[in-house]
């Protein structure tokens, strides 16, 4: 008997990505096949030796890895991490999660900034974790280099997919904005000549 390649590949259940296409209204199994997806990679990480640190403390070690995952809080809620990869001195193995906050900026037009904070923490109360006005620099103006400051709306999220799902609702609103701007400033170019 001869045994043949075949090209097909057979993950492990929890192994591919299809919980992130399931886009139908029960999050929640979603959400089951990412914490499955979370806990079967710790499983495969436990059999090359790189066990999750679980107590405080202090180690040293070379950082030879990372990727993005997802860890449960203390509220039992999962949230975006990253997992980072260290080799020991004496050749023994961890890795260290560390959580964060995926997130992205919005420009609002001048004095719109309380307006678009209040729509977008209603209408995406659930997703979006945090809202905050931050000052920075916008290098689309053609005299940014005098140090001109822009107040923009940063949206703090506990997961990439809520991120994602969000940036997907606003980005036909932000398209169809910047279009009218556009075409109001060749409108005025053309009445100034």
Not at 37 to 49: A, P
Not at 151 to 167: C, G, N
Not at 173 to 183: F, I
Request: hydrophobic share 30%; aromatic share 8%.
């Amino acid at each position: 008997m001869v045994l043949r390649n075949s090209g097909r590949r057979h993950p492990e259940p929890g192994a591919d990505g299809e919980g992130s296409r399931d886009d139908g209204p029960s999050s929640s199994v979603s959400a089951l096949k990412r914490l499955e997806r979370s806990q079967w990679t710790d499983k495969m990480d436990l059999r090359f030796g790189f066990e999750r640190l679980k107590e405080p403390g202090e180690r040293t070690g070379w950082l030879i890895n990372m990727h993005p995952t997802e860890i449960l809080d203390e509220d039992k809620r999962l949230v975006s991490a990253v997992d980072y990869y260290f080799i020991q001195d004496d050749g023994s193995r961890f890795k260290v999660a560390l959580p964060y906050m995926p997130y992205f900026y919005i420009a609002a037009r001048k004095g719109c900034d309380r307006e678009v904070s209040s729509f977008l923490s209603k209408k995406f109360q659930g997703k979006i974790a945090k809202l905050e006005n931050v000052p920075k620099e916008d290098l689309d103006l053609p005299n940014h280099l005098v140090d001109l400051k822009r107040s923009y709306i940063k949206l703090s999220f506990h997961t990439v997919e809520d991120l994602v799902k969000v940036r997907k609702e606003i980005s036909p609103a932000v398209k169809k904005n910047r279009e009218q701007d556009h075409a109001s400033d060749e409108y005025t170019t053309m009445l100034s000549r």
